[in-house]
C-alpha cells in the first residue's frame, strides 16, 4: 500500500504476557518513529529510527519496552510482561527526513487486562 | 514536563464561529507543524512553519509562527463541523534531540 501500515490495529491481551507490534512504513522513508497516545492525549514519544539504527531511544518508559527496524524498512515495538499501565494506541509515523512530515499509520490500540 | 503546552485543552463552538488556539514552549523551534487528528486515525500534516513571524493560510485556517519561534497560534474562520478533531502541534527544539515533541492537543467539536 502507500501508506504506513501498522498490524494488528487491536489487541487485547493479559497483564504479564509479551506483545510484538508491527510497522510498514511508505518505502523510502529512512525516518520512523514510535509513539503512544493514551485516550484522549497527546502523543509521547518512543523512539526514533534513522535507517535501522536508534540514536534516540530516550522515550522508551521502561526496559520493558524494546524496539527494532530491519531493512530499513519494517520495524517490531515488543513489550514485555505487559502492565495495565501499557494500555494506549501505538502509533508508528515515517518520515523522508528527520524534520520533515511524518505520515502515520492508523495505530495499533493494545488493552492490557 | 511537556514541552509544548497547548490552550485552549477543549473547545466545543457552534457552526459560523471563529477560534483561535495556541500552542507555547520556553524553548526555540527550529521549525512547528500543526497536524489533524480525527478519532480511529493518525494525525495528519496541515502545514509547517519555519520562519519567525511567519503566517500560512489553508482555505479558513490560519497558522502564525512566533517571531521568537517559540509559540504558534492557529485561527479558524467561520468553523464548520469537519473542523472537529484534535489539533496537535510539533516542533523540535535544540533540547529535544532527534524527537518531533508533541503537545497535548487542542480537542474542538463544532455543532450545527
Known amino acids: 500500500g502507500a501508506g504506513v501500515s501498522q498490524s494488528p490495529s487491536n489487541k487485547v491481551t493479559e497483564k504479564g504476557k509479551d506483545v510484538e507490534l508491527r510497522c510498514d512504513p511508505i518505502?523510502?522513508?529512512?525516518?520512523l518513529y514510535w509513539y503512544r497516545q493514551s485516550l484522549g492525549q497527546g502523543l509521547e514519544f518512543l523512539i526514533y529510527f534513522q535507517g535501522n539504527s536508534a540514536p534516540d531511544k530516550s522515550g522508551l518508559p521502561s526496559d520493558r519496552f524494546s524496539a527494532e527496524r530491519t531493512g530499513g524498512s519494517v520495524s517490531t515495538l515488543t513489550i514485555q510482561r505487559t502492565q495495565q499501565e501499557d494500555s494506549a494506541v501505538y502509533l508508528c509515523a515515517s518520515s523522508l527526513q528527520r524534520t520533515g512530515e511524518l505520515f502515520f499509520g492508523e495505530g495499533s490500540r493494545l488493552t492490557v487486562l | 514536563t511537556q514541552l509544548l503546552e497547548q490552550s485552549p485543552q477543549f473547545l466545543s463552538i457552534q457552526e459560523g464561529e471563529n477560534l483561535t488556539v495556541y500552542c507555547n514552549s520556553s524553548s526555540v523551534f527550529s521549525s512547528l507543524q500543526w497536524y489533524r487528528q480525527e478519532p480511529g486515525e493518525g494525525p495528519v500534516l496541515l502545514v509547517t512553519?519555519?520562519?519567525?513571524?511567519e503566517v500560512k493560510k489553508l482555505k479558513r485556517l490560519t497558522f502564525q509562527f512566533g517571531d521568537a519561534r517559540k509559540d504558534s497560534s492557529l485561527h479558524i474562520t467561520a468553523a464548520q463541523p469537519g473542523d472537529t478533531g484534535l489539533y496537535l502541534c510539533?516542533?523540535?527544539?535544540?533540547?529535544?534531540?532527534?524527537?518531533?515533541?508533541f503537545g497535548k492537543g487542542t480537542s474542538l467539536l463544532v455543532t450545527p
Open positions: 510539533a516542533g523540535v527544539t535544540m533540547d529535544s534531540g532527534y524527537a518531533l515533541n
Open positions: 512553519v519555519v520562519t519567525g513571524g
Open positions: 518505502s523510502g522513508h529512512t525516518a
